[in-house]
């Protein structure tokens, strides 16, 4: 089974930037998104990325500010967030999927990561 490991989180301002990294252990070709959960709240899409990065998702309130992509490589995914606001805080979970195809629905991925938490004041 795939292990997912997330870093890259921390405590940053608002308007600051920072890139979440998912290191997977081994290679796939499935689906990958980042989750995010704020205390007290349910899991939440954020983004999705195919294996060939041709197609990826967002949830609507981070769009234009957050970008995914991935490195096959290096069997590595990584989310950069920009212009981050207060209401990102949450711990952030990489996933992956089950399918080849972007999915915002959490029960379409099979593996998880430990999380990484993103605090964001104003």
């Known amino acids: 089974q795939v292990q997912l490991v997330e870093s890259g989180g921390g405590a940053v301002q608002a308007g600051d930037s920072l890139r979440l990294t998912c290191v997977a252990s081994?290679?796939?070709?499935?689906?990958m998104a980042w989750f995010r959960q704020a205390p007290g709240k349910e899991r939440e899409f954020v983004s999705a990325?195919?294996?060939?990065?041709?197609?990826?998702s967002y949830t609507d309130s981070v769009k234009g500010r957050f970008t995914i992509s991935r490195d096959n490589a290096k069997n590595t995914m990584y989310l950069q967030m920009n212009s981050l606001k207060p209401e990102d805080t949450a711990a952030y979970y990489c996933?992956?999927?089950?399918?080849?195809?972007?999915?915002?629905?959490?029960?379409?991925?099979?593996?998880w990561g430990q999380g990484t938490q993103v605090t964001v004041s104003s």
């Open positions: 996933a992956l999927g089950r399918t080849l195809y972007t999915t915002a629905n959490y029960r379409d991925y099979m593996a």
């Open positions: 081994g290679r796939t070709s499935n689906v």
């Open positions: 990325i195919t294996w060939n990065g041709g197609r990826n």
